[in-house]
Structure formats: structure tokens, C-alpha cells
T-cell receptor, first 114, second 112 residues
Framework: KAGVTQTPRYLIKTRGQQVTLSCSPI?????VSWYQQTPGQGLQFLFE???????NKGNFPGRFSGRQFSNSRSEMNVSTLELGDSALYLC?????????????FGPGTRLTVL | DAKTTQPNSMESNEEEPVHLPCNHS???????IHWYRQLPSQGPEYVIH???SNVNNRMASLAIAEDRKSSTLILHRATLRDAAVYYC?????????????FGSGTRLLVRP
């Protein structure tokens, strides 16, 4: 079974631009979560989607948004990019949810904002 | 979300056992204990999880204290590939959504 895939793997943008990152979950997985990882803040939860609905959201500004499609693929969008948005963005999928289930992470998209 | 406390770093020799501790004194009765690790330049990967009883899988063992206020991840024979940051995370079984709260984790160094 193929793992979680994320595209693109690397991205360079300038301040003020917007960016869209894509995530394809493991086949059959309906839950997709997004995380931001920076050296200063570590790994932080952005949001989770399940069956095309946002089920949980972290403490990030409204510039960060996401969506999930009927095939469970997910995209996240960051508008009006700031230097501080430079980070590794990780996507993770899970079969459903619940504390007994595990998440499978993709390799991440490295975003650099200049 | 309940908080966990882990040492910042630990060292081990290759082929020796490693015991990674985690304190979670405010754990609730519905919290599962999950362990993930992140190898250099990779996304986190699941290691093991448990609720009350000790658990074993091909990667590791999880020993949970009787009062559940602490747990220990055990790598039976450390290899160089086990060098990673290990995260101990609590997941509330009442919450059906999937949201992992990562702390700073323990950076494990394995000496050849």
C-alpha cells in the first residue's frame, strides 16, 4: 500500500504571495491532518479533515486554510505569506479517528518564504 | 490536552537496550499514550500506543505505570537507525478527531 504523498516537496515563495500544498492520504484513509514544523515552535497542529469536513482546528490565523475532496485528498492554502511561515508542512492520514488509531505521516513540503 | 514531560536528550550504545521515560501526571482515564518518532529529514512515524496494559510490537515495548502517571518506551536493542526524536503524546479516546499535541520530545543519540 502506498504511503502518504505530498507535493511539491520543496517550494520557494516571496512575502505576500499565496501557496497551495497537496496531500494524498493512504488509500482508504478518510482523516487527513496538517502540521507545521519549525525549529522554534516544533510540531504544531493546523487542522484535521474527515469526510470533507473540518473536524478540528489549531491556533493559527485565518490565512491558513484547507479543504478535503471526496477522494480524501487534501489541500492546504496559505495566503499573504510571511517570513515566519517558512517551515516544513506535514500531512498525516488515519483510517478514521479515535485515540486507538494511528496516524501515518508524509515526508512533508519544505516551504521557504523570502 | 494533557501535558507530557520528557528528557531533552538521551544517549545509548548500539545493541544495548534503551529506556525512554515520559511523565504524564495529569493523564485522564480516557487518554491513550502514543509514541511517535521522527528520524532526521523525515515525517514522524508511529511507534506504539497503549491505554493501561504494557504493549509489545516489532519496534518496541511500552511499559505503563500502574497509576498511569508515567510510561517508558523500551527499545530492546538500539541500532544506529533508532537515532531520532521520540515523542510521547496523550490522545483522548473521547475525542474522535485526530489532533496530536507534540511536545519537544527526547532526542536519542546512538553511539556505534
Amino acid at each position: 500500500k502506498a504511503g502518504v504523498t505530498q507535493t511539491p516537496r520543496y517550494l520557494i515563495k516571496t512575502r505576500g504571495q499565496q501557496v497551495t500544498l497537496s496531500c494524498s492520504p493512504i488509500s482508504g484513509h478518510r482523516s487527513v491532518s496538517w502540521y507545521q514544523q519549525t525549529p522554534g515552535q516544533g510540531l504544531q497542529f493546523l487542522f484535521e479533515y474527515f469526510s470533507e469536513t473540518q473536524r478540528n482546528k489549531g491556533n493559527f490565523p485565518g490565512r491558513f486554510s484547507g479543504r478535503q475532496f471526496s477522494n480524501s485528498r487534501s489541500e492546504m492554502n496559505v495566503s499573504t505569506l510571511e517570513l515566519g511561515d517558512s517551515a516544513l508542512y506535514l500531512c498525516a492520514s488515519s483510517a478514521s479517528g479515535g485515540a486507538g488509531h494511528t496516524q501515518y505521516f508524509g515526508p512533508g513540503t519544505r516551504l521557504t518564504v523570502l | 490536552d494533557a501535558k507530557t514531560t520528557q528528557p531533552n536528550s538521551m544517549e545509548s550504545n548500539e545493541e544495548e537496550p534503551v529506556h525512554l521515560p515520559c511523565n504524564h501526571s495529569t493523564i485522564s482515564g480516557t487518554d491513550y499514550i502514543h509514541w511517535y518518532r521522527q528520524l532526521p529529514s523525515q515525517g514522524p512515524e508511529y511507534v506504539i500506543h497503549g491505554l493501561t496494559s504494557n504493549v509489545n510490537n516489532r519496534m518496541a515495548s511500552l511499559a505503563i505505570a500502574e497509576d498511569r502517571k508515567s510510561s517508558t518506551l523500551i527499545l530492546h536493542r538500539a541500532t544506529l537507525r533508532d537515532a531520532a526524536v521520540y515523542y510521547c503524546i496523550l490522545r483522548d479516546s473521547v475525542d474522535s478527531s485526530y489532533k496530536l499535541i507534540f511536545g519537544s520530545g527526547t532526542r536519542l543519540l546512538v553511539r556505534p
